[in-house]
């Protein structure tokens, strides 16, 4: 292997995994959903955040829907 190498003369590339990155967003999330998380997320050793991801892309893979019941007005 060489001391040094001269990466000068290389020609950059587009990031092929750039459209498979996590974006970075905030969201405002219940204590005790968040908490929720964090204690599944302790039993799997994985990081909390992880785990809510992972939970996001089965609802998007098996297209599930939310179904909101709301109370109705008296």
Do not use: H
């Amino acid at each position: 292997m060489k001391a040094e190498y001269d990466l000068s003369k290389l020609k950059s590339r587009k990031n092929p995994y750039a459209s498979k990155l996590k974006k970075p967003v905030t969201m405002r999330l219940s204590e005790d959903v968040v908490q929720y998380f964090k204690g599944m997320a302790d039993e799997a050793g994985v990081p909390y955040q992880s785990l809510i991801n992972l939970y996001l892309r089965d609802c998007l893979a098996n297209s599930r829907k939310v179904q909101i019941n709301w109370p109705q007005a008296v």
